[in-house]
């Protein structure tokens, strides 16, 4: 067994972890700069403040600790293992890509710099997403359960869904697409930032909703409740007004441009009241 304290350990060879690796301190740093293995052994970390760092291969993290903790990958092109994290850090330059499903009860965070790609698989955060980096989805699923907070680049390309059920903020970021890339969103979107209208779909699927006055390609309304327009809405592709759940796209006193095809199943409100 070994225990960091308070301190911080850099290994610059390989880490062979084959009892318990335990981060135990407020400001505790386990840095492994060569290959991390921890096959058949247990990684504790007993503090919120406890970090480790992951600057190259990662062949497994053994038994990790989900319930406090980050874990942070901050190599060059680096492989992100399926597991359950508590925090999860992408940091510094080159791409880390996800290996399957993965789970954060807490906060992910994509530093500046820094690309975290997900393709065919699943991740899940419960807390914040908070993308200062680049986060790419191709033909995988992000559930971002919590607040999204997108100041670097959101990037959905071929079939990826970024799934938006907490609220959703891009003020100082860009939202991208290529394909049938989609963007669905749950909650309050307070901004989309600059957004991409020349491929994928935005999809505002909560209950009552302000539909924010933008430039699309696709905009997709689902779901029960009024989605309410907040402005000039110009849509490059195609309008959808689905039926589940008699959803209502209101126009209120606003205008509404659709260039392709307006596919009304639901609720269309054009009375300007």
Known sequence: RYRTAAYTTTVEGNSDINSE????GASAIFDANGIFDATGGNVDMNNSGARLQLSSTVTSLGTLDESVGTVEYDGSTQNVLVDAYYNLEIDQSGTKTSQGTITVASDLTVQSG??????????????????????????????????????????I???GVYDADGSFDATNGNVTFTGNGRLQCSSTVTSLGTLDATAGTVEYDGGAQNVLADDYFNLEIDQAGTKTAQGAVNVAG???????????YDIAATTTTVTGTSTIAGTLNIDGS
């Open 238 to 248: 195609t309008l959808t007004v689905q039926s589940t759940g008699t959803p209502i």
């Open 114 to 155: 820094a690309t975290f790609a997900i393709d065919a698989t699943t991740i899940t955060v419960t807390g914040t997403s908070d993308v200062n980096g680049t986060t790419t989805i191709s033909t995988g699923t992000y559930n971002a359960d919590g607040a999204s907070d997108i100041d670097g680049t959101l990037s």
């Open 157 to 159: 390309t071929s079939s």
């Open 21 to 24: 690796l335990r981060i135990n």
